[in-house]
């Protein structure tokens, strides 16, 4: 028997029978007659991996999606939600919030370019807020809405900054921009309690990727005559190329207004190589 809560409304017993698994909503807060078909995006991306991938190839994601990666994606995870190992989470947390050059260093420990094991992609998972510019036009204005990893990095810069003296006497962290939480990466504004990245965090490699992957879904609607613009533009990545980008297909008002994006990208490790002047690798 199901009581309705003393607030008035539906049960949460029967209000979540119509919530959909998390893969199948590509993990958007909606239910119900909000969300009135399945979500693709992540189920995309996995049946590209699924297709495309080797089941040896490691793939780099925050922990929380390691399972459907491995489970139903046929890679190898670096990270997933069995994962008791705090080191490999501290260094999962600095691969995605150091800059590319960073992330690259961290990525070549686990890299063997004659291993068919090898780290070849690294993804984020980012959820876009779609408002419109100003009210009763057409043009659009993307904005992270907090669902995805743009909500979830705090974590990642908590996490890898508990090991900030390991880091440093690793060689990892430089002491002078070493971190022990976000506040390093940026600040949270008095007025608007909207978060702003300095310099430090538009060049770390989460932001880098979510705001790349950002711009591509902005440039996608723009093709098909929406206008639409990213709410900030950054550098293209140096060393992660597009692999396969799940939900650039979505409509602005598709899901109310949120657009989930899965963004897969492989490392480029001969451009990494040739830049650290490393031969002999392949």
């Known amino acids: 028997m199901a009581f ?3 607030t008035g409304g539906v049960p949460r017993a029967i209000d979540q029978a119509f919530v959909p698994t998390a893969i199948s909503d590509s993990s958007l807060p909606l239910s119900g007659a909000s969300l009135t078909q399945p979500v693709s995006a992540w189920l995309n991306a996995i049946s590209w ?8 190839d490691v793939v780099i994601s925050w922990w929380d999606y390691g399972n459907w990666l491995a489970d139903l994606g046929n890679v190898t995870s670096f990270a997933d939600n069995t994962t008791v ?3 490999q989470i501290e260094n999962l947390g600095f691969i995605y919030m150091g800059n590319e050059k960073q992330s ?5 420990t686990y890299n063997n370019y004659n291993n068919p094991g090898r ?6 998972f980012t959820v876009l807020q779609i408002r419109q510019s100003s009210s009763g036009t057409s043009t659009y204005v993307a904005y992270p809405a907090g669902v995805g990893d743009e909500g979830k990095w705090y974590w990642m810069a908590r996490i890898s900054g508990e090991a900030k003296n390991r880091l440093i006497q690793e060689g990892y962290m430089n002491a002078a921009t070493a971190w022990t939480d976000e506040t390093a990466f940026g600040s949270t504004s008095s007025s608007t309690g909207a978060w702003t990245w300095n310099a430090q965090g538009e060049n770390c490699t989460v932001y880098e990727l979510m705001n790349y992957a950002e711009v591509q879904y902005c440039n996608e609607l723009k093709a098909a005559g929406i206008s639409i613009s990213p709410d900030a533009t950054t550098t293209t990545p140096t060393y992660f190329t597009e692999a396969y980008f799940g939900g650039l297909e979505t409509s602005p008002g598709q899901y109310s207004g949120l657009v989930p994006i899965v963004a897969i990208y492989k490392i480029d490790w001969q451009a990494y190589y040739a830049a650290m002047g490393i031969t002999g690798s392949g």
């Open 4 to 6: 309705s809560p003393q």
């Open 49 to 56: 991996l699924k297709n495309n991938a080797h089941s040896t």
């Open 85 to 87: 190992n705090s080191t």
């Open 104 to 108: 690259m260093q961290m990525l070549s």
């Open 119 to 124: 780290v070849n992609y690294i993804m984020v």
